[in-house]
């Protein structure tokens, strides 16, 4: 084991045994069901598309495409990488995961692009979408399904790939 999936797997240990509290395990999963590849991210665009007219239905399909792009860059690049999840018998892992591969989190990723995406479509200011990143990138650790670097990179693929999309002219 390299020193820095040591340091890594005792910090995800330390998360775990702060934050497992049986409430907050079941929040992390009911959150995990709705980034699950990507689809409660994508249903809000969709129904954002569907509310919309004119340039604000322009601007949703566009956020929503970060969603999907943030989403596949995360799972092409978690296929190149193949880094394996956390496994340390000290990590319980609460939830599921499609793959063993962990890096970069795909759920960071696609929660990160809609929260920077969707926030300003919303109103919802600053303050509210990178709660619900946050909120996000913690359940991973958590639930025990990812090193922070992953979550780390999850969101920067996430917030990139967001405002990249965003300053693409249609």
Known sequence: MTSLRRA?????????RSLAAPRVVAGARALSHVGEHALGWLTVGGIGIAASRGQRRR?????????L???????LVKRVVRRARPDDARIRVFVSTPSQLSFPSAHVASTTAAAVAYGPLLALGRAVPASVAATM???????????????????MVGGAVAVSIRRVRT
């Open 69 to 75: 792009v943030a989403h596949a860059t995360a799972v």
């Open 8 to 16: 890594e797997t005792s910090g995800l240990y330390a998360i775990q």
């Open 59 to 67: 601007d949703w399909i566009r956020a929503t495409q970060s969603v």
């Open 137 to 155: 990138a913690g359940s991973r650790l958590v639930l025990g399904v990812h090193f922070p670097s992953d979550v780390a990179i999850g969101v």
